[in-house]
Each structure stands twice: as structure tokens, then as C-alpha cells.
């Protein structure tokens, strides 16, 4: 054992490689991506590992593996979750033999997400057991506890941490590679009576899995990461208490030192849900706040442990009033809503009334191809009856002044649906659907067929910097590179769109302006679905030495530079833009735009 | 020793870098250390921070209103955003030098540095302000913002570590072609 200072996500890939881990795949989304990063930097030689193509891959993937015995690891964000929820419910009703431990984070705020889903919620949906970990030495542990309770139930496991979790680092004690489990996966071992799911097969397994929960919440009630903290002496008398779980836990035990300790109860299995522990907390209490993000699931379980055991405790929470219904609590909140629950107190925050701050939405990078690309499209479709249609990824900023260039934004792929649609419904209207190079092969193709098969009008845009940006640059298919260090054949965004039937499919460097404005005229206005692939690659990625500077001199601070693009690296100065060469990277947009010819290249440096 | 420490910014100032190094120094004391930060689209030019957190008896990596020791502000707006979590008696070590939000280019209203500077001098007893401009001039390089303010905070004893403890984690951490540098703006003093 050694101690190590790690995020909560490393925690997770630590605890997964010494529990013997052989397999692990999943595809980026904050907050979860780093678990399946730090598997691939530490794993050993029986470790495989890949970004699967999209979650629902990767949760096949991660079944197949488990069927033939193997420890499997899928990772996730919880929107991931929907997409992988096919073969995860069904999974669920074949069981498995290897453990099979499904990440995934969720994501309080939210605060890179189109959701507050709450995967404890999912959990009790498609019956699969999940463990919630509030620290990374939590989740350290509880990584390695469900690796032995999916063998033992033959069932995927749940493991969910939050932002707060995924993202928090801690100093934690960790085994040593020479401790590690070594495990051996026996091999898949033919029996069509249990891997080939029917009606009849999933109704006697239906049967055995409400029988195996109903046991796991006695056997959660004993599990000693589900546990009471006693209450000070002097507070007894006020008979109450706190549920909590997850992240939220951390809250609550900070506050108890400031405001005395109420009896706490900490849920580290939500489901199935320790009912035993559950009645022996409420035992005494006339009233339990509970303290929670998401969903308010502690809480209609504890009214249910009520009702089903005749309890009279009143538990408060979100759907009392009590507590916030959506958002992520914070050290201030849970001490105010438990200081108010205490009957203490609760300190006013002072009034202060600072000037004007400013605000900074996310923007994309000064000389982020994707910019030059919105700015294209935007050019070429000048006054004309269109609509963008977008997707997730760093290109979701693309929506904000002054390219405005995103009129729709819903999960991944759906710009392409969107832009058919609104083509069908209106023939005037020139459909654009955005979608980036790894989104593009996650969930974008069904789209294409789609439109080319049903005769759809719109005009797909590509936007290609070869790499998955906005979670930390992971490899895709069209990146040639793999997490287990091949160098591989790139998979060609052209030929799959030219194999599917595109019309036309146009490859042009965006930030070669006038080429890419003409090259979007041309294009959309051919019938049927045409595609334009702006290729260039992140910023971040390939940092360019070089710099654009402007010459005062020659500026008539006529500010089109400013108003057209948004770029980070550009402000006024005098009435002149100044181009802050900390965050140019020299992309010449500005220059190609500039009626001046005011800004000039400089000799890379 | 237990100490809370803010470090906030705008994405891409490189806060995460100068809370490793300020965790990884106390680890190598043996102290107990939590922290969090902002990862994600905020990254993106958004409003950034960490929290570091050592000393014993800690659940959460998260600091409460009014529990900082200490805060460093890598930009002069953004340390007063963070203002409400400094103690009645912390430190602040803050840069002077404004970044523009791309908002305020567009519409002019284009917000001043002096405006925030002026209200933290009035709020907060122990305060000092680096020349950012000055500083980055005068060592050499655009990108060690982090370390000049890193340097001025062990100056100003409000880091509980010696200078030797981050010299220690930046040989740890950051490439040896980088350590001359790093050291050169840890060192500063204008």
C-alpha cells in the first residue's frame, strides 16, 4: 500500500485495476471520462481498454465480457446512460458471470449536462444494485465491493459517483500493483438457455431478480458503508435526524461540527434501499431532513419505510419545501437548512455590494476552427430562410453573440433528425445540421441513412478537428489512434458518407475564408442531403506558434472584427482592437475579415 | 496546520496547476489534503476555481462562506466574485491584470480592473496586488502567472510552505525544461 494524492475518478480506475480488472471501455462525458484516461496510463499488460464508439457499444461490449467471465468496467456520463439503457435493462434480466461495474457520474448543477437525471432513479427502474460513493477513498473501496457483489448476484452493479466525487481529490491510501487481484476470465461457455433472452426466460429471471433485491436489503442494512452517526447527548431531546448520501454527506458531517450533531443516517446503497438500517435510524425521531441532490430518492424511501412500517416520522426534504429542488447543494445551504431544521439561527449573508462583475459564459478558443466554420456558413446563408441545427460538444458555443450560429441544441446526433424535419415541414427553409467528428460517429449515422433513404433536404456540416474536445481530447475512429497505443487505419468521414449516399460531400479548410464561404454556397444549394467536412485541427491540441498583431496606424476602429466573430483574444483598446497574443493562436480570421488589412501575420516565433 | 486556500481565475490561467503544486507540497509534509475544481465547459474562458483544503478532521473538499484563509485571484474580477469566502482576517494575493470577457468587447462596456482593485483594497486588510503585467515582463514569459503569484503568497507567509516545499513539486510535476523558468517566477520579486 502506498498513499496517493488522486482525483476521485483516478480512485476509481485505481480500485477497478486492483480489483483484477480485464476489461474496460466507455466513451467521454463529463464527469466521468478521467476513470477510463487513468485505466489506460496504469492498467498492466491483461487490462484491455478503448473509448467505444458510444456508450451503447461499450455497455455490449462490457456484457459480452462479463458473460464470459471477465471483471468488466463501463464508464459514462449519466446522459451516456440513455443511450446505453438498451442492452443495460436486458442485461439486467440475463445476469451476469464475471463482475460487471457500470460508471456512471452524475451531474449536480448541472454543470456540463442537458439534465439532473438521477441514476440512483435508474437504478431502482431497471433493478440493477447501485453503490454511492461520497469521497474518492469511497469510491476507491466501493469500486472493488461491487466487483464481488455482481459475481456474487450475477448481476451488473452500479457505481455513482457526482461531479463533486468524480472531481475532488484526496490523499488516500492505495494497493501497491504487486497486491492487485489477478483475475481469470474462464472463456465464454455455451448455454442458449442463459444468454439467449425470450419471453419465458425473462419472466422466471423477473422472478429471481425482485427475490435477490428483496435480500439485498437486509443485506445492505448489515453493510457497513451504510451507517448511523450518533447524535450529541444534548440534542437528543430534539428528536431528529438527517438522511444524506453521496457527495451531500461530506456537507452534512462539516456542518455537524458547526451546528452539534443531529443523528445522521448515510445511504451509501440507495438500491435497493436498506430498509432494516432505515427503521432502526428513524426509531425515536419525530422528524428527518433529508439532504440530497437530485432526485428526492432518500426521501420517498423513507416515507415508504413509513407507511410500510407505521412509522409517524415526518421526513422533510424537496417535496416539503425544505430543500431545493433542483441544483447542487453546497456547504452554505445544507448548514443553513439544517440550522433552520435545529431550530438555530440561520446567519444572514451579509450584504455587500460589489461593482459589477463580469460575466463569462464559456466561449470557443481564440483561433478555434469552429468559429471560422459558424462564420462561414453564416456568410454563405446570409438572407437566406435557414435554420442550425446543433449538437453537443465544444461547438454548443457556437450559439452565443455574435456568431449565433446554434438555433437548436438537444443530445447527441438530434441536430440531424431536427434539420430533416423541419426541411419536410417547411421546403423553403434551408436545414443545416452541425455535428462534430466524434459525435459524428457516436450517434450521427443512423441520421444520414436516415435522410438519404427518405428523401430528406439538408445540408450536414462536419465540423472535424480530430479529436473529442470539450471532455480533453480522447481519440475516435478518425483519429487513427487507439487507447491501447496502436496507431491504426483512420476511419474516413467521407467514404462513409459517400458509402451511405450523399450527394455531395465537400472537404474544405475553414480558416481559408473566402474557399469555405464559397464552398458552403455551392453546396447548399444542391437538392437532396449534401455534406460540407470543415477540417482543421483543435487549438488546444496543436498549439500554432504563430500570431496576428494589429497595426494602430492602419485600424479605423470600425470594430468589425469584434462584431463579427467573438474571439477571446480580441478586445478594444483607444478605439482600437488589440489582439492579445497570450491567447492567439493565428488563425487569420480576423485578418481575412479586417476592411483595413490592419492585421497583420507575424513571423512565428 | 489546517489551511483553506481559494484559487480562482478564468479558464486556461493555469489555477489547477498552482493547486497541485500547493496540495502535492503538503502531501509531501504528510498533511491530509482535500481539494476541488472546476473542470469542464467552464474551461472554456469561464470563471474558475479550486479549492485546497489541509490540515485533519476534513469531510469535504469544499470551503464555506467566510472559511478561507487565504485566496489567490489570478484576475482582479474574479477575486471579488470569490470575496464572500475569505475570513474577516485572510490574505489575498491578487493580480492586477484584467481578462476581458469577449461580452464585454462587444458591447463596450468593457469593465475596469481599477473598479475591483479599489473595492478589495477596501475590504481586505491583508492584501497584496501583483503587477502582473510588470512581472511577466520582467521574467520572461506570458505563461507562469501561476508561480509569480504562488511566489507572492509564500512571501507573504500565507502559504504555511516554504519556498523549498514547491520547488520540490515543480520538479515533480512540471518537465525539467520548464524548472528554470518556474523557479525564475517563483523567486520574483519586483
Given at each position: ?9 483516478e ?8 480489483a ?17 484516461e ?23 461490449l462490457?456484457g ?27 442485461l ?6 464475471g463482475?460487471l ?23 431502482a ?18 469500486v ?6 455482481s ?13 463533486r466525487v ?14 492487485y487481484?489477478?483475475h ?8 442458449s ?5 425470450f ?27 451504510n451507517r448511523?452517526?450518533?447524535e ?25 461540527k458547526?451546528l ?15 430498509e432494516?438500517?432505515?427503521v ?14 437530485l432526485d428526492?430518492?432518500i426521501?420517498r ?28 447543494n ?26 459589477p ?15 471560422a466554420s459558424f ?22 458555443l ?26 419536410h ?16 460517429f ?8 436516415n ?7 439538408f ?24 487507447m ?35 464552398t458552403?454556397?455551392?453546396t447548399?444549394?444542391?437538392p ?33 472584427c ?20 497570450a ?23 | ?10 479558464g ?27 473542470i ?28 478561507a484563509d487565504?485566496?489567490?485571484g ?26 476581458m ?23 481586505v ?12 515582463r ?17 512571501r ?21 525544461k520548464f ?12
Open positions: 500500500m502506498h498513499d496517493e494524492f488522486v482525483m476521485g475518478n480512485a476509481i480506475a485505481l480500485g477497478a485495476l486492483a483484477g480488472v480485464n476489461l474496460v471501455c466507455g466513451y467521454p462525458g463529463t464527469p466521468s471520462t478521467e476513470v477510463l487513468t485505466v489506460a496510463k496504469r492498467r498492466g499488460e491483461s487490462t484491455y481498454v478503448e473509448w467505444s464508439v458510444n456508450e451503447k457499444v461499450a455497455m455490449e462490457a459480452g465480457a462479463a458473460y464470459a467471465g471477465a471483471r468488466a468496467l463501463v464508464t459514462m456520463k449519466q446522459m451516456g446512460l440513455n443511450v446505453a439503457s438498451d442492452p443495460l435493462m436486458c439486467e434480466y440475463i445476469g451476469v458471470k463482475g461495474v457500470v460508471l456512471v457520474a452524475d451531474d449536480p448543477g448541472p454543470i456540463s449536462s442537458q439534465t439532473e437525471q438521477d441514476t440512483r432513479s435508474f437504478a427502474f431497471s433493478r440493477v444494485p447501485l453503490l454511492d460513493p461520497s469521497s474518492a477513498e469511497e469510491a476507491y473501496r466501493m472493488q465491493e461491487a466487483f464481488e457483489l459475481e456474487k448476484y450475477q448481476t451488473p452493479v452500479f457505481l455513482r459517483p457526482t461531479t468524480s472531481h475532488g481529490y484526496a490523499s488516500i491510501r492505495v494497493k501497491d500493483p504487486e497486491e487481484v489477478v481469470q476470465a474462464e472463456g465464454f461457455v455455451k448455454d438457455g442463459r444468454w439467449v433472452i419471453p419465458r426466460l425473462s419472466f422466471a429471471n423477473h422472478r429471481k431478480i425482485e427475490e435477490r433485491n428483496a435480500l439485498l436489503r437486509d443485506v445492505f442494512s448489515d453493510f457497513p458503508l448511523t452517526e450518533p450529541d447527548p444534548s440534542l437528543a431531546g430534539l428528536r431528529k435526524g438527517v438522511a444524506t448520501g453521496g457527495f451531500s454527506w461530506t456537507y452534512v458531517m462539516e456542518a455537524r458547526n452539534g450533531a443531529l443523528r445522521t443516517l448515510k445511504v451509501s446503497t440507495p438500491f435497493p434501499f436498506p432494516k438500517l432505515a432502526s435510524f428513524l426509531s425515536g425521531l419525530d422528524e428527518v431532513l433529508c439532504v440530497e441532490e428526492p430518492y426521501e424511501e423513507l416515507v415508504y419505510v413509513c407507511g410500510k412500517y407505521g412509522l409517524k416520522t415526518r421526513i422533510l426534504g424537496k417535496t416539503t419545501g425544505h430543500m431545493p429542488l433542483s441544483g447542487e453546497s456547504r452554505d445551504s445544507v448548514q443553513a437548512a439544517l440550522a433552520a431544521f435545529m431550530g438555530l439561527p440561520v446567519p444572514a449573508v451579509p450584504a455587500d455590494n460589489p461593482p462583475l463580469p460575466v463569462r459564459p464559456p466561449v470557443l478558443c481564440a483561433g478555434c476552427p469552429h468559429r462564420y462561414a456558413v453564416k456568410q454563405a446563408m446570409k438572407g437566406r430562410k435557414t435554420v442550425f441545427c446543433g449538437d453537443i460538444g465544444c461547438y454548443t457556437g450559439n452565443a453573440m455574435p456568431l449565433d450560429m446554434v438555433d437548436t441544441c438537444l443530445c447527441m446526433g438530434a441536430g440531424l433528425g431536427i434539420a430533416q424535419s423541419l426541411n415541414l417547411e421546403k423553403d427553409r434551408s436545414c443545416f445540421a452541425f455535428v462534430g467528428d466524434s459525435t459524428f457516436a450517434s450521427a449515422l443512423p441520421g444520414v441513412v435522410a438519404v433513404y427518405n428523401q430528406a433536404e445540408t450536414l456540416i462536419v465540423l472535424d478537428n480530430s479529436t473529442t474536445a470539450m471532455t480533453g481530447h480522447q481519440p475516435h475512429p478518425g483519429t487513427g489512434r487507439t491501447m497505443g496502436s496507431v491504426v487505419e483512420k476511419v474516413s468521414i467521407e467514404n462513409i458518407l459517400r458509402g451511405i449516399g450523399v450527394s455531395a460531400v465537400e472537404t474544405v479548410d475553414p480558416l481559408n475564408h473566402a474557399l469555405a464561404v464559397e458552403v454556397r455551392k447548399a444549394d444542391l437532396g442531403v449534401k455534406a460540407v467536412i470543415f477540417r482543421s485541427p483543435c487549438v488546444a491540441l496543436f498549439r500554432s506558434p504563430a500570431r496576428v498583431s494589429v497595426d494602430p496606424a492602419a485600424c479605423v476602429g470600425c470594430k468589425k469584434i462584431r463579427e466573430i467573438g474571439c477571446p483574444a480580441l478586445s478594444v483598446r483607444d478605439g482600437k482592437a488589440v489582439v492579445d497574443s491567447q492567439c493562436n493565428g488563425c487569420t480570421l480576423c485578418m481575412q475579415l479586417c476592411p483595413a488589412g490592419a492585421i497583420r501575420k507575424e513571423e512565428a516565433r | 496546520m489546517n489551511k483553506n486556500i481559494i484559487l480562482c481565475g478564468v486556461g490561467q493555469g489555477t489547477v496547476l498552482a493547486s497541485r503544486l500547493i496540495s502535492a507540497s503538503a502531501m509531501a509534509r504528510q498533511i491530509p489534503v482535500l481539494s476541488a475544481e472546476t469542464g465547459m467552464a474551461q472554456r474562458g469561464g470563471s474558475v476555481f479550486s479549492h485546497v483544503r489541509m490540515g485533519d478532521g476534513l469531510y469535504s473538499p469544499m470551503i464555506a462562506r467566510g472559511e487565504l485566496i489567490i489570478f484576475e482582479p474580477g474574479e477575486a471579488v466574485r470569490q470575496l464572500p469566502f475569505l475570513k474577516p482576517d485572510g490574505q489575498m494575493i491578487v493580480s492586477s491584470r484584467p481578462v470577457p469577449v461580452t464585454a468587447a462587444l458591447s463596450d462596456t468593457g469593465y475596469r480592473a481599477e473598479a475591483m482593485l479599489e473595492y478589495l483594497s477596501s475590504r486588510s491583508r492584501l497584496v496586488v501583483v503587477d502582473a503585467e510588470k512581472a511577466l520582467d521574467v520572461g514569459s506570458p505563461k507562469v502567472l501561476n508561480l509569480i503569484l504562488l511566489g507572492a503568497a509564500l507573504a507567509g500565507a502559504l504555511g510552505l516554504s519556498a523549498e516545499d514547491l520547488k520540490a513539486s515543480v520538479r515533480r510535476l512540471i518537465p525539467e524548472h528554470a523558468l518556474n523557479f525564475r517566477a517563483l523567486d520574483y520579486e519586483p
